[in-house]
């Protein structure tokens, strides 16, 4: 059904109708206003419809063919259960690897992230609800320059929204405005989705009438909010038009679905299979020789029920390590996500590490701190394989071919996310341009194993690479060869670089990338495409994206960190972005320098005095002077409009032990 006839009908509906429809796990039914059967819509919606990898283990396949066969299985099976979709993918970027939450996460770079998301369509129209557009974060506080926003944590939905069939609001705050809330913040990710995708958010006891949003489907409310949210719309504290957008994607994701089930699935959906990525997603971080091994006599240590076969191929308990070790031991490691490796098992491997070849296989959809256990002669990273057969077939015959999609440190801390000298300062995280690789790339080259890293059990060699330029891309041709005696997958990754435009933030960004398979001895040409819409740098000043003229530096590696060969090409483009210069960035950009935000420099951006919590300095204290009743109201006339609710929360929540200066009265 069209959307004209839609929003034909919206208008004939009584306002009960329009609130039933508004959500809380019932059922919606389109049938008495479009003359078509019921559609469920409950709060059923969000769980995936098939038992699949982490998104991590796609984003560690650097493969948008492979993301989209999964894709297709998973809209197969919610056809199948007559669902409207094919499951949830979260568009924003991986801001913390160590975290569970990052296993929901392609990557942390925004190009990776949004050429994958581009994948999850299908030639049925069923598809998937994008959730966490801000990355990971649920509930937290994000003040976010126009830059950092734009090319950086909207790209992905910039990119692929188009594809979305819904949209789930993040629950956290945006420049002081909860996104599930506010009609401003909505509106900025709205408009990347087309007109008939549903738009979804969460419901809370405390959610205000007046900050309801009024063009989503609230997942969660109940009778209660309803009758509520009636009363004000007859009340006229909420325009029922603002309740009309919402029923209007609604009506069409039910009416949609609704008729796409009543035709005949399409040949690549009734063929659709879950592909087995296991090999695919493993990566190889760390090989001191020990592998391929080449001897079938391997001891395992781990939790044997955590493997689909772990009895079958008799998996002993880490506490055994110390009297069972065989020619090689293989420590597979499940339990880690909440607390990292146990201080037992590190000292396990760090023991057997020293008499006898030891490999340590980490099962999870994130990082971890390795602690001792990077003692290990060889260390693997398995975020879609519970299956020991294909663990030990990747140990003994062809290589993992993952490669990560985000940056592996040594500490959990060393993430912006996790540390206090990056910009946490009370409710307010400033979120910077950088992040995961740009950050280390940039400011520090302390990680474990870079962005992209992954090895085999194979040698490449990348040939000298041509450039070709225009107003609307950049072409990179070049050679690949495999060097060694065994034949391997590459990941071949192209970073840029803006070599003389007088712009902070781009520098070895990613912005093309491709993967092939190479048989020993095997060369092939490769020709990598980058469009100028990806090397555009958002100018704050006039709203808009530019593709900055003069000199860029490509280079060609196998990780953020190997870079194999570079070329230099001349672009056409416009002129400097106001704003975007690297005399307007913060104090905390520059290059070289440790990159540790100032309070100084957050009082800049939110235009009033910084308060802080318990780790006060008594020099960032207001005057003794100052109540709260005057702080408040100088915030008011110096401060952005969306950040007043935090600030004043900010200053009247702060206790008195910590300001003593600040008098309440």
Known sequence: MDLDRIRGIIPTMRLADKIELVGGG?????????????????????????ALPFSSAIGCTFSTEL??????????????????????????????????????????????????????????????????????????????????????????????????????????????????????????????????????????????????????????????????????????????????????????????????????????????????LSRASSVLLKNDGALPTVTQKITLFGTAADFIDGDRYGVKPIARATDSRGEVNVFLITDYERDGISPETQNAIAETSAVAPTVVVICGGCACELGAAKNAHAILFCPACRDVAAI???????????????????????????????????????????????LFGNFTSAVA???????????????????????????????????GERAGSVVCQAYLTAVDAPVYGLKKRLVAFTRLRLEAGECKRVTLVMDASDIAVYDAGNARFVTLGGKYAVDIGLSSADIRASAEVKLTGDKFAVGAGKKTAPAYYGYGGAFEPTAPEIEKLLKTPFIKKAEARADLAPPSAVTVKKAIKKARKTAQKQLLPLIEHKINSVPDKFCPSVRRR
């Open 449 to 483: 194993y870079p962005f992209g890293h992954g090895l085999d059990y194979t040698e490449y060699e990348i040939g000298k690479v041509g450039l070709k330029a225009d107003c609307s891309e950049i072409t990179a041709t070049f050679d690949v060869k495999n060097t």
């Open 392 to 438: 030990i077939d990747m140990l003994t015959g062809d290589a993992p071919q993952g490669r990560l999609p985000f940056t592996w440190c040594d500490k959990k801390t060393d993430y912006p996310a996790n540390n206090i000298k990056y910009g946490k300062r009370g409710d307010f995280r400033y979120e910077s341009l950088y992040n995961g690789y740009m």
């Open 26 to 50: 019932t059922t919606v039914s389109a049938q008495a206003v479009t003359k078509s059967a019921k559609t469920e819509l409950g709060d059923g919606v969000m769980p995936y419809s098939a």
């Open 67 to 276: 993301c989209e066969q999964v894709a297709y299985y998973r809209a197969a099976v919610a056809r199948n259960n007559g669902e409207a979709f094919a499951g949830a993918v979260c568009c924003g970027i991986m801001r913390d690897p160590m975290s569970a939450g990052a296993s929901e996460f392609f990557s942390e770079d925004p190009f990776l992230t949004a050429e994958l998301l581009k994948s999850c369509r299908t030639d049925d129209g069923i598809g998937f609800v994008f959730t966490d557009s801000l990355g990971q974060g649920a509930y937290a506080d994000r003040t976010i320059d126009d830059r950092a926003l734009n090319e950086l944590y909207l790209y992905p939905l910039k990119k692929a929204g188009r594809v979305a069939a819904a949209l789930q609001f993040d629950e956290g705050y945006l420049n002081g405005e909860r996104l599930c809330e506010s009609r401003g913040a909505a509106d900025r990710l709205i408009k990347y989705v087309r007109a008939d995708a549903a738009v979804l958010t969460e419901y809370r006891r405390e959610t205000k009438l007046q900050e309801f949003t009024g063009a989503a489907y609230i997942l969660g409310a109940d009778g209660a909010f309803k009758r509520e949210l009636y009363r004000a719309v007859v009340d006229g504290k909420i325009i029922e038009s603002k309740l009309d957008r919402g029923i209007e994607r609604i009506l069409a994701t039910a009416v949609n679905t609704y008729e796409r089930n009543k035709t005949e699935p399409s040949e690549r959906l009734k063929s659709a299979v879950a592909p087995d």
